[in-house]
């Protein structure tokens, strides 16, 4: 036999919302993350969302990769690979070191590394 729960009300910025279970809700609303929080994940989600800035960031998983190398590895033209790196760069999920006269980019945070990883093993399940 299915409960039937009546749904209560719940004052949320001077409106009245109808809710079934307040404390999940004062939890949630308690545990929420900052605006800012919000905006720099968004940022990040939207950064790894286009398909070619996803492939290089996987590239760059197996280690550092010049333009050149990246773009053979993407099959992606070489212009097209540093328009995606200055975007990735931008975005501090990228940094670059020079060694003569090439420039050698990888992934600058660990847990970026972890996410595209985490994404993997999400989708091969």
Do not use: N, W
Not at 67 to 94: F, G, I, N, P, T
Not at 102 to 107: A, D, G, N, V
Not at 119 to 125: A, I, S, T
């Amino acid at each position: 036999m299915a409960v039937r729960r009546r749904s209560k009300t719940l004052e949320v910025d001077g409106d009245l919302c109808r809710v079934v279970h307040p404390d999940r809700v004062q939890t949630a609303r308690r545990e929420q993350a900052t605006q800012q929080e919000v905006s720099r994940l968004s940022a990040l989600f939207s950064a790894l969302s286009d398909p070619s800035r996803l492939k290089i960031a996987m590239a760059l998983l197996s280690g550092e990769m010049c333009v050149y190398d990246l773009a053979a590895a993407v099959q992606m033209s070489e212009s097209a690979v540093s328009h995606q790196l200055r975007r990735l760069r931008d975005r501090a999920l990228v940094a670059s070191r020079r060694e003569g006269t090439l420039r050698y980019y990888f992934l600058d945070d660990a847990h970026v590394v972890e996410l595209i990883r985490m994404g993997l093993d999400h989708v091969r399940e």
